[in-house]
């Protein structure tokens, strides 16, 4: 039977941590850097039509940049330094921020920006008259976006360190003892791993499978006497009549004689639809492929946890089968922090300003 080397682990874990830390150091950076830019500024942020979207990628990219870089680079002191200067206090904290707290925030912050699509999609078939004011566009960005970190301070914070005792040293610490019960961990996993992990993907999927409505603008017109059909809306053009040949003018002097045929058909014709927005399908595919992503980094790990709450784990799984396997979905869980924010990079359509003014045209 083959044994573990347990001290080469220690190196690997040393060296992940280390590319982790860089990668989501850079990652994140740059996509905070790209949002700002693309709202026009730190004064634009609140005022933007498009406000939901990037406050929350700005505040979702803050929390990886603060809060799950501070568990890593906890978890670093731990493999370099070891357990002599962490406390238990530290170490609990850090956990539950890593492992419950930013990955229920993500989740619903991406539930977020879903819900932010269809809005913001609705919003723009009204009239400009019947839309929000500027003030009500402040408080309704500024709601949404801190509607994840409510809920995470509010339900998830309690439940994790609500009567958990930390004063003890490392070795007594309830992450390593278990003193945490077995029906809260399921109750953790369950509200902080698979509800946000799910409802992003639910609505991912829902978004993706609907249809896109697509208007037209600026259309050269080859006949402008052809009907223009679209989801949206169906606007007619009419053939404009040939100019009479007699000299005088059987119209009002008032009013511009018409074009000719050959005049109107040359001329560009600039259809007015109802919407004067594009529907990216760009943006809908970067939706879902960050709910996916998600998914993919959080479920294998929460799967693990459930199954080691339950003591389901196959009793024939060999010791070095499952440290492999646990190290997988951990370090898979923990890329989280710089997956999901090079896939917005990459995407491009989330972080682009082309559609951040629309609503003011």
């Given at each position: 039977m083959s044994s573990i080397d347990w001290e080469a682990l220690k190196k690997v874990d040393q060296a992940l941590i280390v590319i982790s830390i860089i990668l989501a150091i850079l990652i994140n950076f740059l996509l905070l850097y790209k949002v700002v830019?693309?709202?026009?500024?730190?004064?634009?942020?609140?005022?933007?039509?498009?406000?939901?979207?990037?406050?929350?990628?700005?505040?979702?990219?803050?929390?990886?940049?603060?809060?799950?870089?501070?568990?890593?680079?906890?978890?670093?002191?731990?493999?370099?330094?070891?357990?002599?200067?962490?406390?238990?206090?530290?170490?609990?904290?850090?956990?539950?921020?890593?492992?419950?707290?930013?990955?229920?925030?993500?989740?619903?912050?991406?539930?977020v920006l879903l819900t932010e699509w269809v809005i913001f999609r609705r919003r723009l078939r009204k009239a400009p008259a019947s839309r929000m004011g500027q003030g009500a566009m402040v408080i309704w960005s500024v709601g949404m976006t801190a509607l994840p970190w409510v809920w995470g301070i509010v339900f998830v914070l309690p439940l994790s360190i609500a009567d958990v005792d930390m004063s003890g040293d490392l070795n007594n610490c309830p992450l390593f003892s278990d003193l945490m019960t077995v029906t809260r961990k399921k109750v953790l996993i369950c509200v902080c791993l698979f509800f946000p992990s799910c409802v992003a993907l639910i609505i991912g999927c829902l978004i993706l499978l609907s249809g896109t409505k697509l208007c037209v603008c600026n259309a050269r017109i080859t006949n402008p006497g052809e009907v223009i059909a679209m989801q949206e809306q169906t606007a007619t053009m009419l053939t404009t009549p040939s100019a009479p040949t007699q000299t005088s003018a059987p119209y009002s002097t008032s009013c511009e004689p018409p074009l000719s045929h050959e005049e109107a058909g040359a001329d560009l014709l600039t259809l007015q639809p109802r919407l004067d927005m594009y529907y990216s399908e760009k943006?809908?595919?970067?939706?879902?492929?960050?709910?996916?992503?998600?998914?993919?980094?959080?479920?294998?790990?929460?799967?693990?946890?459930?199954?080691?709450?339950?003591?389901?784990?196959?009793?024939?799984?060999?010791?070095?089968?499952?440290?492999?396997?646990?190290?997988?979905?951990?370090?898979?869980?923990?890329?989280?922090?710089f997956v999901l924010p090079f896939t917005w990079i990459i995407s491009g359509s989330l972080i682009s300003s082309n559609l951040h003014s629309t609503e003011n045209r």
């Amino acid at each position: 039977m083959s044994s573990i080397d347990w001290e080469a682990l220690k190196k690997v874990d040393q060296a992940l941590i280390v590319i982790s830390i860089i990668l989501a150091i850079l990652i994140n950076f740059l996509l905070l850097y790209k949002v700002v830019r693309a709202a026009g500024g730190l004064s634009s942020l609140l005022k933007s039509p498009r406000g939901p979207r990037f406050q929350t990628l700005v505040s979702l990219t803050l929390g990886d940049i603060l809060v799950a870089l501070s568990s890593f680079v906890v978890l670093a002191r731990l493999l370099f330094e070891g357990e002599a200067n962490i406390s238990c206090r530290t170490m609990v904290l850090s956990h539950d921020y890593q492992v419950f707290i930013m990955p229920f925030v993500y989740g619903m912050g991406l539930a977020v920006l879903l819900t932010e699509w269809v809005i913001f999609r609705r919003r723009l078939r009204k009239a400009p008259a019947s839309r929000m004011g500027q003030g009500a566009m402040v408080i309704w960005s500024v709601g949404m976006t801190a509607l994840p970190w409510v809920w995470g301070i509010v339900f998830v914070l309690p439940l994790s360190i609500a009567d958990v005792d930390m004063s003890g040293d490392l070795n007594n610490c309830p992450l390593f003892s278990d003193l945490m019960t077995v029906t809260r961990k399921k109750v953790l996993i369950c509200v902080c791993l698979f509800f946000p992990s799910c409802v992003a993907l639910i609505i991912g999927c829902l978004i993706l499978l609907s249809g896109t409505k697509l208007c037209v603008c600026n259309a050269r017109i080859t006949n402008p006497g052809e009907v223009i059909a679209m989801q949206e809306q169906t606007a007619t053009m009419l053939t404009t009549p040939s100019a009479p040949t007699q000299t005088s003018a059987p119209y009002s002097t008032s009013c511009e004689p018409p074009l000719s045929h050959e005049e109107a058909g040359a001329d560009l014709l600039t259809l007015q639809p109802r919407l004067d927005m594009y529907y990216s399908e760009k943006e809908k595919r970067s939706l879902f492929i960050a709910s996916l992503a998600f998914c993919v980094c959080v479920i294998p790990f929460a799967v693990l946890g459930f199954a080691h709450t339950y003591d389901t784990v196959p009793e024939d799984l060999k010791l070095i089968e499952l440290v492999i396997f646990g190290e997988l979905t951990f370090w898979l869980f923990s890329a989280r922090t710089f997956v999901l924010p090079f896939t917005w990079i990459i995407s491009g359509s989330l972080i682009s300003s082309n559609l951040h003014s629309t609503e003011n045209r």
